[in-house]
């Protein structure tokens, strides 16, 4: 069986690990510190938290930002079930928009969907893709849209309009403008869960990237001590002979990165650029050459002037091709020992969001792209002879299903 994403846990991984275990501090600390920083040298941002999941990182900024019953935060239709749930967890309403046939969320529909209750919009780079941060700044700083925003906490009067938080949980070591995805946005966030490019089994990372009048080095301070409880000393900082008295200033989240883990993310970045970002690009290529000259296949956008994917999810779609017919395709394909995956089931058929009134019929195009799509198994083990038998399996089982 050719599975779809596993993760490369080689010696390396496992004696970093052991390093960590043995080094007495196995929870967040010096390592977590050292792959924070090389995060932010990576991203060219000043600031950096490492967290212990996307969602949990994301949740705590929106909590930060105030995100309260009563608020309107716009998410892409087609997405993780995550980037809505945290709007629901903050009591919010999620207003969806749909996408362009790169994935992304169309930029042009969000304007009507800007109301006086929106506060942030989650933008997700799905597949690995960043989405147009230009056009959405732009949109955002328009003054009309500016006009209408009604700043009712401290961080909201400082930066005057929607919060951005990208969904960076696919791009990491995407670029945008020539520029690594991390500093397009007011908060980008990355997950390091085990079927991520770069993970640290499960965990995330949090750039800061405010405006003035922010200081991003005092918002790292502030998210760090509510990833912590709203602790103002933490576990190694507690270590410290006779410092044990601490205070709380908030009711925080616990959402720590742990050193154990962040050793998995530092041996994961040390290899990235050279090792991880190549050998995803070169699958990418390999099923665009082996598939994009059958007229039933359209092959991913992964590179334009503007914008190169993280070669995350291979987001191949099948011209002509009923939902039925896309679920047969896939049967078939099981059947001969290749895993592959749908990316996504838009949210307005999960069951929850469909309890809530959410209609895909309203979203034509995400529609549209879920039906006929497919993702392909992209991880660094995949030998070109699996790439080649993954092509072979893929194009008998369509031309058996097609006719
Ligand atoms: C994986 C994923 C998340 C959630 O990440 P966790 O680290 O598991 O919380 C959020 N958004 C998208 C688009 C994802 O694929």
């Given at each position: 069986?050719?599975?779809?994403?596993?993760?490369?846990?080689?010696?390396?991984?496992?004696k970093?690990?052991?390093?960590?275990?043995?080094?007495?501090?196995?929870?967040?600390?010096?390592?977590?510190?050292?792959?924070?920083?090389?995060?932010?040298?990576?991203?060219?941002?000043?600031?950096?938290?490492?967290?212990?999941?996307?969602?949990?990182?994301?949740?705590?900024?929106?909590y930060?930002?105030?995100?309260?019953?009563?608020?309107?935060?716009?998410?892409?239709?087609?997405?993780?079930?995550?980037?809505?749930n945290?709007?629901?967890?903050r009591?919010?309403?999620?207003?969806?928009?749909?996408?362009?046939?790169?994935?992304?969320?169309?930029?042009?529909?969000?304007?009507k969907?800007?109301?006086?209750?929106?506060?942030?919009?989650?933008?997700?780079?799905?597949?690995?893709?960043?989405i147009?941060?230009?056009?959405?700044?732009?949109?955002?700083?328009?003054?009309s849209?500016?006009?209408?925003?009604?700043?009712?906490?401290?961080?909201?009067?400082?930066?005057?309009?929607?919060?951005?938080?990208?969904?960076?949980?696919?791009?990491?070591?995407?670029?945008?403008?020539?520029?690594?995805?991390?500093?397009?946005?007011?908060?980008?966030?990355?997950?390091?869960?085990?079927?991520?490019?770069?993970?640290?089994a499960?965990?995330?990372?949090?750039?800061?990237?405010?405006?003035?009048?922010?200081?991003?080095?005092?918002?790292?301070?502030?998210?760090?001590?509510?990833?912590?409880?709203?602790?103002?000393?933490?576990?190694?900082?507690?270590?410290?002979?006779?410092?044990?008295?601490y205070?709380?200033?908030?009711?925080?989240?616990?959402?720590?990165?742990?050193?154990?883990?962040?050793s998995?993310?530092?041996?994961?970045?040390?290899?990235?650029?050279?090792?991880?970002?190549?050998?995803?690009?070169?699958?990418?290529?390999?099923?665009?050459?082996?598939?994009?000259?059958?007229?039933?296949?359209?092959?991913?956008?992964?590179?334009?002037?503007?914008?190169?994917?993280?070669?995350?999810?291979?987001?191949?779609?099948?011209?002509?091709?009923?939902?039925?017919?896309?679920?047969?395709?896939?049967?078939?394909?099981?059947?001969?020992?290749?895993?592959?995956?749908?990316?996504?089931?838009?949210?307005?058929?999960?069951?929850?969001?469909?309890?809530?009134g959410?209609?895909?019929?309203?979203?034509?195009?995400?529609?549209?792209?879920?039906?006929?799509?497919?993702?392909?198994?992209?991880?660094?083990?995949?030998?070109?002879?699996?790439?080649?038998?993954v092509?072979?399996?893929?194009?008998?089982?369509?031309?058996?299903?097609?006719?």
């Amino acid at each position: 069986m050719i599975p779809f994403s596993p993760p490369r846990i080689d010696d390396k991984i496992i004696k970093e690990v052991t390093v960590a275990l043995q080094s007495g501090w196995i929870t967040t600390g010096p390592r977590t510190k050292l792959f924070e920083k090389k995060i932010a040298e990576y991203c060219h941002v000043s600031d950096v938290l490492a967290v212990n999941s996307w969602t949990a990182g994301a949740e705590l900024l929106l909590y930060w930002y105030g995100i309260k019953e009563g608020d309107e935060v716009i998410v892409p239709v087609y997405t993780y079930c995550a980037t809505a749930n945290i709007v629901r967890h903050r009591g919010a309403k999620v207003v969806m928009v749909d996408v362009s046939t790169d994935f992304g969320i169309d930029v042009s529909k969000i304007e009507k969907h800007i109301t006086a209750r929106t506060k942030a919009i989650i933008p997700v780079d799905v597949g690995g893709l960043p989405i147009d941060y230009a056009a959405l700044n732009a949109l955002l700083n328009k003054k009309s849209v500016k006009d209408l925003f009604i700043a009712e906490t401290e961080n909201q009067q400082k930066l005057g309009r929607i919060l951005v938080l990208s969904d960076a949980a696919h791009s990491f070591g995407a670029s945008y403008n020539q520029k690594k995805v991390g500093s397009q946005a007011d908060f980008t966030v990355f997950s390091f869960h085990a079927v991520k490019n770069l993970t640290t089994a499960e965990g995330g990372a949090i750039c800061i990237n405010l405006p003035k009048p922010f200081e991003n080095e005092e918002i790292y301070k502030i998210l760090n001590t509510l990833s912590l409880h709203g602790q103002n000393k933490d576990a190694l900082a507690k270590t410290q002979k006779g410092n044990w008295e601490y205070d709380v200033i908030d009711a925080g989240f616990k959402c720590n990165m742990t050193d154990i883990l962040a050793s998995i993310g530092l041996v994961e970045l040390e290899r990235y650029e050279t090792e991880t970002l190549p050998k995803r690009k070169e699958i990418f290529k390999m099923y665009s050459e082996g598939l994009a000259n059958f007229d039933w296949a359209i092959v991913p956008e992964y590179h334009n002037n503007m914008k190169e994917s993280s070669y995350h999810l291979y987001l191949l779609r099948i011209k002509n091709c009923s939902k039925a017919q896309r679920d047969l395709i896939i049967q078939e394909i099981f059947n001969q020992d290749v895993s592959v995956n749908v990316h996504y089931k838009p949210l307005p058929l999960l069951s929850y969001y469909k309890s809530l009134g959410y209609e895909l019929n309203d979203f034509p195009i995400a529609k549209e792209l879920w039906e006929n799509e497919i993702s392909l198994p992209v991880y660094y083990e995949l030998t070109d002879e699996q790439i080649n038998r993954v092509i072979e399996v893929v194009v008998n089982a369509v031309n058996k299903i097609l006719q």
